[in-house]
């Protein structure tokens, strides 16, 4: 167990709704970064949290925004939901410095349908 | 864009077998990571060997790292069936990035 944890587990939504992902840091951990993973690929970096303001950006559309809290915990959300966003998505808690580990969450499964 | 490609895309071995993967990058980095993922649950962190370092261990793993090369290998020996899962490397997005890039993984499967 990593102490990273994200809920809900599943979720189904509708094309063109909004949803909003949940992840609580592991103890200690200052940073904070969501990852996409279609079916059958590894994970694509979407952004990253630090101090609370975003610190990078993968190649994700703006509909895809964020917030990291004091308590370092975050969310991610997605508006206008297309079908291509269906994948699991997972959260990424680590402390800021070179060479350190990052620990994922056991992720949040997204169907849109 | 990704960064790191593994090597083979599967892999089917014995228990009680050795499972090797290979996982190839671009650009210069500061470390490497392994992860194991199973069956599209979380990944779970295994290793990070970073750049000045050749090889490490942690119980039957085995990482070996060839920055001249831009390549690592994870080596499982003495495979049992619960090391059947998904394996990706991970490298910072740049030298000094804490932002990670995966590339498709190595599905190892460990027969009985």
């Known amino acids: 167990e990593t102490g990273v944890t994200q809920s809900p587990t599943h979720l189904i939504k509708t094309r063109g709704q909004q949803v909003t992902l949940r992840c609580s840091s592991q103890?200690?951990?200052?940073?904070v970064s969501w990852y996409q993973q279609a079916l059958g690929q590894g994970p694509q970096f979407i952004f990253q949290?630090?101090?609370?303001?975003?610190?990078g950006r993968g190649n994700f559309p703006p509909r895809f925004s964020g917030l990291q809290f004091p308590n370092y915990s975050s969310e991610l959300n997605v508006n206008a939901l297309e079908l291509d966003d269906s994948a699991l998505y997972l959260c990424?808690?680590?402390?800021?410095?070179?060479?350190?580990?990052?620990?994922f969450g056991q992720g949040t499964r997204l169907t849109v349908v | 864009s990704q960064q790191g490609e593994e090597d083979p895309q599967a892999l089917s071995i014995q228990e009680g077998e050795n499972a090797t993967m290979n996982c190839s990058y671009k650009?210069?980095?500061?470390?490497l990571q392994w992860y194991r993922q199973n069956s599209g649950r979380g990944l779970v962190h295994l290793i990070l060997?970073?750049?000045?370092?050749r090889e490490k261990h942690s119980g039957r793993l085995r990482v070996t790292l060839d920055t001249s090369k831009k390549s690592s290998s994870l080596l499982i020996t003495a495979s049992r069936a619960a090391d059947t899962a998904s394996y990706f490397c991970?490298?910072?997005?740049?030298?000094?990035?804490?932002?990670?890039?995966f590339g498709a993984g190595t599905t190892v499967t460990v027969r009985a």
């Open positions: 990424a808690s680590s402390l800021r410095g070179t060479n350190t580990e990052a620990f």
């Open positions: 103890s200690g951990h200052n940073t």
């Open positions: 949290y630090y101090r609370e303001e975003e610190n």
């Open positions: 650009t210069s980095i500061n470390n």
């Open positions: 060997i970073r750049s000045n370092e």
């Open positions: 991970a490298t910072p997005l740049t030298i000094n990035d804490y932002k990670l890039s």
